[in-house]
């Protein structure tokens, strides 16, 4: 059986050999590259199934890195942030990573965020009752995994596509900020609220026409999040 192939950008040697060991200790191959232009040129050549990216890179930025690989890949991204900058894990989140640790970090805890990144890659929870659900101009073939709205297709990450199908199932239901993260991101994330907070936001940029007075998915203040089903006339 193919080993999956991880991709690790760092710029800081010790880091790099300490990650790169620890994954091909669980069952990983590992590229490496330590810079930003490097990582897009590693990204290329070697199809990594996750990328483990640092923010601080020479040339290019991991946040430049991740917005450039996400405009054509949805490959699972983890990014490496500094302690406690809640800012940069944001603005990571933000450029379409799907996770990050920050530094220090141990390695029980990459791994743990690994093997749950690849997890909700891999795994389809949705369930619909039918191969479609429409939810006035906005409509979602199941069988393709295509979203449209007003008819123009939009580009949903798989995390973003997991969470409107979990939303739009339960059409004009408030639906509570923990059970969404449980199902989404894992049980391990009920608390993490920045992480859904900032998907909610990538998913309102991609279907709401005025993304700051929402249509769609409503804000329900300290309880949760609702889609709303509205009737087309």
Sequence with gaps: MKKPVALVVDDESNILRFVRANLRASGFEVASATTGTEA?????????????????????????????????????IIMITAKGDMQDAVEGLNAGADDYVTKPFAVEELLARVNAVLRRSQHDFCQPSSDQIKLGNLYIDMAQ??????????????????????????????????????????????????????????????IEVDPGNPEYIVTCSGVGYMIRNLNVS
């Design 145 to 206: 995994r295509r979203v449209y709205i007003n008819g123009e297709a939009v580009h949903l990450t798989p995390t973003e596509f997991k969470l409107l199908i979990y939303l739009a199932n339960q059409a004009d239901k408030v639906v509570p900020h923990d059970e969404i993260l449980e199902a989404i991101w894992g049980s391990e994330y009920r608390e993490c609220t920045h992480y859904l907070r900032v998907s909610i936001g990538r998913l309102r940029q991609k």
């Design 40 to 76: 897009l040129a590693k990204f290329e050549s070697e199809e990594p199934n996750i990328i483990i990216l640092d923010i601080m890179l020479p040339e290019l930025d991991g946040f430049s890195v991740c917005r450039r690989i996400r405009q054509v890949s949805d490959v699972p």
